[in-house]
């Protein structure tokens, strides 16, 4: 099913009007305000189609596999309307994917705070669950769902850490290595999570 269908828009469209009809579409179908409701089934399936159709998109475009893609200015993209088209955030990804934590920090140091987006928050949250600070990790994923509710990577990278860490997976870690748990967590989300919006990891 083409992605662009599924959000009701064209394939030329920027990336600000993708987000703005997956937002749209996702209070429209979001399961709480199908509680109780025989339309419930039907509502939750065509969330996940709207999901599946975002991420999509967000994929092919990352990938430079769109002609939709605008030049990237501050809230004219997805993942925290920052611009995970920016080339600054695609390039932490990468680093991040790659095991250069150290550079990737660097480059999202030099945002100030007031510059720091959702996808920011998100892509230091995988910083910090590396250096093994699993509080300041989760901190900086809940930032992220925050600041953009509807996207489904973040969400679901924040569930994932919960799962992923035995006993309390959001304590502050006192090792720099062998913790299990923080290499699951690793495992789980910077290969499962983060590979999945970078074109190198398919």
Sequence with gaps: MDPYKVLGISSDA????????????????????YVNNPLADLAAEKMKQINE?????????????????????????SYGGSGAQSGEYIRVRELINAGRFSEAEVLL??????????????????????????????????????????????????????????GDPYARSTHTSGCSGCDLCMGLLCADCLCDCVSPCH
């Design 14 to 33: 920027t990336d600000a009007e993708v987000k703005k009809a997956y937002r749209a579409l996702a209070k429209k179908y979001h399961p709480d305000n």
């Design 53 to 77: 159709a975002y991420d999509e998109i967000q994929k092919q475009r990352a990938a430079g596999s769109s002609s939709g893609s605008s030049a990237g200015g501050a809230g004219g993209a």
């Design 109 to 166: 140091g030099r945002k100030a705070a007031s510059e720091r987006t959702a996808e920011w928050h998100f892509l230091y949250g995988h910083i910090m669950l590396h250096k093994g600070w699993m509080m300041e990790a989760r901190q900086e994923f809940e930032t992220a769902c925050r600041m953009d509710p509807y996207n489904s990577e973040y969400q679901n990278t924040l569930v994932r850490m919960g799962q992923g860490a035995s």
